[in-house]
T-cell receptor, first 116, second 115 residues
Framework: AQSVAQPEDQVNVAEGNPLTVKCTYSVSGNPYLFWYVQYPNRGLQFLLKYITGDNLVKGSYGFEAEFNKSQTSFHLKKPSALVSDSALYFCAVRSIPSGSARQLTFGSGTQLTVLP | DSGVTQTPKHLITATGQRVTLRCSPRSGDLSVYWYQQSLDQGLQFLIQYYNGEERAKGNILERFSAQQFPDLHSELNLSSLELGDSALYFC??????????????FGSGTQLSVL
């Protein structure tokens, strides 16, 4: 079985400050990790993904995420937050050991609020 | 715009009723996924169809069913509705080439309110 945990329901940060949204995962095979963002009244939008290779992944809108295998984490980061970054962020994992299904498992979501 | 179209955007109905949610995937995408988003359960995977065939099943109730038609659009049927079925229902699509790094494209969702 695969699972994702986002330990913070809410993260508040001042505009211009760095932000981190935390995610840890549990899988039985190699993890394929994703971050999605959901703006009000909209569907989820893809931000970035980790497959293999460089542990620091760069994505859309200046976001990046750091894969840490020993800590089974995939935290989302941005050096300087914008008010427009305020949204609901979801971490997701997909693992494909032999014979398993391919659907993504999502975390519970973290509401990011960037204060002006 | 993701290219995934869901209708209707809002649906208000009564307990015991039956409703149908519709999804048109992005052009060229063969796979359709249905998700339910609620405050207490988060984002839950319901079911996946690939080129007309059911491929994977998640936490889908027996009162719910889905299908994917030859033109690749999909419908999610919810019957004997209960208050707890009130949620935002998302459809997503992907090419489903079999690669684990594929990303999903989500529609804007159907907000179902059961009164």
């Amino acid at each position: 079985a695969q699972s994702v945990a986002q330990p913070e329901d809410q993260v508040n940060v001042a505009e211009g400050n760095p932000l981190t949204v935390k995610c840890t995962y549990s899988v039985s095979g190699n993890p394929y990790l994703f971050w999605y963002v959901q703006y009000p009244n909209r569907g989820l939008q893809f931000l970035l993904k980790y497959i293999t290779g460089d542990n620091l992944v760069k994505g859309s809108y200046g976001f990046e995420a750091e894969f840490n295998k020993s800590q089974t984490s995939f935290h989302l980061k941005k050096p300087s937050a914008l008010v427009s970054d305020s949204a609901l962020y979801f971490c997701a994992v997909r693992s494909i050991p032999s014979g398993s299904a391919r659907q993504l498992t999502f975390g519970s979501g973290t509401q990011l609020t960037v204060l002006p | 715009d993701s290219g995934v179209t869901q209708t209707p955007k809002h649906l208000i109905t009564a307990t015991g009723q039956r409703v149908t949610l519709r999804c048109s995937p992005r052009s060229g995408d063969l796979s359709v996924y249905w998700y339910q988003q609620s405050l207490d359960q988060g984002l839950q995977f319901l079911i996946q169809y690939y080129n007309g065939e059911e491929r994977a099943k998640g936490n889908i109730l027996e009162r719910f069913s889905a299908q994917q038609f030859p033109d690749l659009h999909s419908e999610l049927n919810l019957s004997s509705l209960e208050l707890g079925d009130s949620a935002l229902y998302f459809c997503a699509s992907s090419v489903e080439s079999g690669q684990p790094n594929e990303k999903l494209f989500f529609g804007s969702g159907t907000q179902l309110s059961v009164l």
